[in-house]
DNA sequence: AATCCGGGGCC
DNA sequence: GGCCCAGGATT
């Protein structure tokens, strides 16, 4: 048997019984692949759900607010891939009549849709001949014929898409494709692949060579800085705090946030006042204190955020303050979530 | 070509 | 602490 028809066969007795499974529809499948965009299949599967049944159709996604998918997306992370949805949606609806574009090069062109997620969609939906070169590709193509080229260099990812081009399967090419992903997730997996149990086995090029655990080779190793963030949480005499939508570049765009004061340095009162200026509240008297003594670290992929939240109660009240009770409508990021919890206003 | 963009699970 | 996850956009 030749490789695509193992991972075929493979795939038709191993595959998991996934939500976007029972459909070929572009919306689903296309919403789907972009929430599964370097995000387990676990994490993103409730999303999926929820999405479907607040947005059932590409047209529901295009007429809703930015805020509402926000708020949905909340806790999946890499957020511009929400308000890209929600760009693309507007797209097929509004320039497309509703009717996704059946070709690689159309579905290339969306925002969010890269050369994974176009060939993706191209090949579930539409069953064109278009190989996904997803991490679990990459994983599964140089362990079978020991390829020791970075994944992640100009002439590896060119190399490893010819590679799996050459050989995917064409005619059943939207089975061959979430197959050989499916058995990268399921067999060949990062950490103890189940080699002893594997229909490749009599033919893996690194199982031959005991190379499995060295395969595939990724280039260097991000490194990570540390930011110091000092979160105001604001109480007014009506029980209203403040909110601030998080603005142009770095993390979580057009998410909200407490008023943020960055440094190192603990602020004073004299820097809490200042910070309090920019919400008009001048000249009211206002007590604070340091809400957690150990520092709070939130870690994402490059950057570690060692966080303190201080509890800033006013005398009066705030000019256009977000009442406790309006708090949980936000789209925030984790770490403001969790200390909502936490806190219980 | 390198960097940025989340959050969670696993070792 | 490091690595990975059905990657894409930006610089």
Same mark, same amino acid.
């Given at each position: 048997m030749t490789f695509s028809a193992k991972i075929l066969h493979w795939y038709d007795v191993n595959k998991r019984d996934l939500p #976007?499974?029972?459909? !070929?529809n572009p919306y689903n499948i296309w919403l789907s692949e972009i929430m599964l965009q370097q995000t387990r299949v676990a994490q993103g599967t409730p999303y999926y759900l929820k999405f479907i049944e607040n947005f059932p159709t590409i047209k529901d996604l295009a007429a809703a607010k930015e805020e509402e998918i926000l708020k949905l997306w909340q806790?999946?992370?890499?957020y511009s891939r929400a308000r890209n949805l929600h760009a693309t949606a507007k797209t097929v609806t509004n320039e497309y009549k509703g009717e996704f574009p059946n070709t690689y090069k159309e579905l290339l062109q969306? %925002?969010? !849709?890269g050369d994974y997620t176009a060939s993706a969609i191209a090949s $579930?939906?539409?069953?064109?001949?278009e190989p996904v070169v997803d991490g679990n590709v990459y994983r599964v193509l140089a362990r079978y014929y020991g390829i020791? /080229?970075? $994944? +992640?260099s100009t002439e590896g990812i060119k190399y490893f898409k010819k590679i799996a081009r050459e050989v /995917?399967? !064409? %005619? +059943?090419i939207r089975d061959y494709n979430q197959g050989i992903m499916e058995f990268g997730a399921i067999?060949?997996?990062?950490? +103890?692949?189940n080699c002893a149990d594997c229909p490749l086995n009599d033919s893996c090029v690194a199982l031959k060579e005991n190379s499995v655990q060295d395969l595939p080779i990724k280039l260097k190793k991000i490194k990570v800085k540390d930011r110091f963030f000092n979160y105001l949480v604001v109480i007014d005499a009506l029980e209203q705090s403040i909110l601030k939508q998080r603005i142009g570049k770095? @993390? #979580?765009? +057009?998410l909200y946030e407490f008023p943020? @004061?960055?440094?190192q340095i603990t602020p004073n009162k004299v820097a809490i006042e200042t910070e309090l200026k920019k919400y008009d509240i001048l000249n009211q008297k206002f007590e604070y204190y340091k809400f957690n003594e150990e520092v709070i670290v939130h870690k994402l992929s490059h950057q570690h955020l060692k966080t303190h939240f201080w509890i800033v109660t006013l005398e009066g009240e705030i000019p256009n303050g977000v009442a406790f009770t309006e708090i949980d409508k936000f789209p925030v990021p984790v770490l403001v979530a969790d200390f909502i919890k936490t806190f219980k206003f």
């Amino acid at each position: 048997m030749t490789f695509s028809a193992k991972i075929l066969h493979w795939y038709d007795v191993n595959k998991r019984d996934l939500p #976007w499974r029972n459909t !070929v529809n572009p919306y689903n499948i296309w919403l789907s692949e972009i929430m599964l965009q370097q995000t387990r299949v676990a994490q993103g599967t409730p999303y999926y759900l929820k999405f479907i049944e607040n947005f059932p159709t590409i047209k529901d996604l295009a007429a809703a607010k930015e805020e509402e998918i926000l708020k949905l997306w909340q806790g999946l992370g890499y957020y511009s891939r929400a308000r890209n949805l929600h760009a693309t949606a507007k797209t097929v609806t509004n320039e497309y009549k509703g009717e996704f574009p059946n070709t690689y090069k159309e579905l290339l062109q969306l %925002k969010g !849709v890269g050369d994974y997620t176009a060939s993706a969609i191209a090949s $579930i939906s539409f069953n064109l001949p278009e190989p996904v070169v997803d991490g679990n590709v990459y994983r599964v193509l140089a362990r079978y014929y020991g390829i020791a /080229m970075p $994944i +992640n260099s100009t002439e590896g990812i060119k190399y490893f898409k010819k590679i799996a081009r050459e050989v /995917m399967n !064409v %005619k +059943n090419i939207r089975d061959y494709n979430q197959g050989i992903m499916e058995f990268g997730a399921i067999q060949c997996t990062p950490r +103890n692949p189940n080699c002893a149990d594997c229909p490749l086995n009599d033919s893996c090029v690194a199982l031959k060579e005991n190379s499995v655990q060295d395969l595939p080779i990724k280039l260097k190793k991000i490194k990570v800085k540390d930011r110091f963030f000092n979160y105001l949480v604001v109480i007014d005499a009506l029980e209203q705090s403040i909110l601030k939508q998080r603005i142009g570049k770095g @993390i #979580w765009q +057009n998410l909200y946030e407490f008023p943020l @004061i960055e440094s190192q340095i603990t602020p004073n009162k004299v820097a809490i006042e200042t910070e309090l200026k920019k919400y008009d509240i001048l000249n009211q008297k206002f007590e604070y204190y340091k809400f957690n003594e150990e520092v709070i670290v939130h870690k994402l992929s490059h950057q570690h955020l060692k966080t303190h939240f201080w509890i800033v109660t006013l005398e009066g009240e705030i000019p256009n303050g977000v009442a406790f009770t309006e708090i949980d409508k936000f789209p925030v990021p984790v770490l403001v979530a969790d200390f909502i919890k936490t806190f219980k206003f």
